[in-house]
């Protein structure tokens, strides 16, 4: 069945088809020129769920074919559950926008997380379905399907137009999604062993989507490596990830299994990438505090804990002098970010670029150093050997993994993987957490009144603490709204897709309030989460609700009342979709 295409989506999608063509060319050469897509659209349909996608868009039918990759860096409808074992090549750096329509069960509920939206009944949309990691996900109990539909910054809107064109048909079949599904357990939560990859020498292996439990099982029985790369987060991941949860990463570093956390965002500015960091050093800087944040939260999510190094994967690109310092400003801020939660820095890249640039700058003060490094060397030795590319003095103690074979595919136990070949030689190391300069400041209100560039006072120290802990450093939190504090707090707003003006006001005092655990909070809820729950509601309501960390009647109005301005579920209950709200500055 096809219809006229919409404008916006028909305008999406030429872009699309633009980002579409340079993704994949940044692999192997320059990206040509995106051929023009159809005018347009066709309806999808699976289990009572249909929605209108352009006619281009790749159609893949996961129930008949559950071992076909998923794979975001080209765009694509996949129908079905996705299986256990896939069909991915090991480097896949990319994406441009798909979406995912598989059936509630249990093992896909374990997908669902706190931003999971609920359609309404009688409805297949969710307007205010917030994006987490670049994906907004929702759970259209009606036709008992969950929907996953991934992004970059460049597509969001494109795959919001999409989703907004689904409704139910007759053959619609009700499914709840477990209302304890995505929400924190009252038990204590699944967690690595310890800090990952950990004090470790000896080989592993990095694949684009996290194996079975089947074939870690069969690998770690026969295979020589006790060590495996794993995309936890970034918004330029190539593949999907239907094996790793909490649970999955338990079992794995219980079972004597080391974890490489990667992180996939923004690429060098000197690259024909569709994701690019900026090429100004304040910028990329700050875009790197942004990755870091997010890569803290995927990495506490899936129960990774301090200690551990997190990588950020910046694929080759050809150096230049104002390239690298935006690749090495981005790294300083990823770095220190990363710092301020505990856990260590990694840097992925190859060594002809990324690598040998870091090392040129070992000493400069004005780059904050990863801590450690992790190369594509492709010269067939399980060594951490870097040659003339970084001297054998620089990341000596324990810091370094040599990425030695690329894109190889094994068989171990039955099961067949296409893979990456890893040497580590790591070790935890150390991270001096920053000084505790906001204990015991003030950050209850009777109201949150804008504070800007010459602002002072306890409002200002306030938004500073707030900025400190999300991982902006604004300098010394002393009450005065200084260039720091603005360029923190545009930092801030970027990532959080608010006007970048480098004034709080109520949407960024909002988000700032909420920032935290999204634990669901009701009537008799006491606590940390009910206190930050009642700042936010202030800021955004404009209008003083007390501040006690009770969940009371004043407390429930205020949420109703938010809700309903908001266009969300008037439940009274602060739960997925109000903290992501409110964490949006909505």
Known sequence: MTSPRPRRLRAATALLAALAGIGAAAVTGPAQAAQPSAESTRTVSYRGYAVDVPADWRVVDLDRNPRAC??????????????????????????????????????SAGRATAATA?????????????????????AVEDAGVLVTAAHTPHTEGLVRDVLGTAKLTAGAERTALPRTAGQPSAVAPSAAAGPQPGTYTGKGF???????????????????????GVYISGSFRGCSQPNLTASWVTTQTANGWRLIPIDVGRQAPCTNYSLKMSADPATARSQGVSAAAAAVTAASNLGIPAGSAIYSDIEAYTSTASCKAAVL???????????????????????????????????????????????????????????????????????????????????????????????????????????????????????????????????????????????????????????????AVRGFQTAKGLTADGVVGPRTWTALLSRGATTTVQSGSTGEPVTRLQRALTAALGRTVAVDGVFGPGTGQAVRDYQSSRGLTVDGIAGPGTWGALQAGR
Request: net charge negative.
């Open 329 to 487: 400003s981005y790294l300083s801020g990823w770095t220190e970010r990363l710092h301020t939660s505990g856990y260590l820095s990694g840097f992925y890249s190859s060594a002809a670029s990324g690598i040998r640039d870091a090392a040129s700058e070992y000493d400069n003060p004005a780059y904050t150093r990863v801590d450690h490094l992790f190369y594509a060397w492709w010269n067939g030795a399980a060594d951490t050997d870097t040659g003339t590319y970084v001297p054998a003095s620089y990341w000596a103690n324990h810091q370094r993994i040599h990425q030695y074979v690329g894109e190889v595919t094994e068989t171990y136990g039955g099961y067949s993987i296409n893979i990456d070949r890893d040497y580590l030689d790591v070790g935890t190391g150390s991270t001096t957490p920053p000084p505790a300069t906001c204990t015991g400041a003030n950050l209850s209100f009777g109201a949150y009144a804008t504070v800007q560039s010459g602002s002072t006072g306890e409002l200002v120290k306030a938004a500073q603490c707030l900025l400190t802990a999300a991982g902006y450093n604004p300098g010394s939190p002393d009450g005065v709204f200084g260039p720091g504090t603005a360029t």
């Open 118 to 138: 609920r359609a309404q009944r009688g409805k297949a949309t969710a307007p205010s379905a917030v994006s987490s990691d670049d994906a907004i996900r929702i």
């Open 206 to 228: 990095d694949a684009c989507t996290a194996p079975s439990q089947s074939a870690m099982n069969a690998w770690k029985a026969n295979s020589p490596y006790s060590a495996v």
């Open 70 to 107: 998923v794979r975001f860096d080209e765009p694509a409808v996949y129908l079905g559950e996705p299986g256990p074992e896939n069909d991915c090549p090991a480097r896949l750096v990319g994406r441009t926008a798909g979406i995912v329509v598989e059936p509630i069960t249990a093992r």
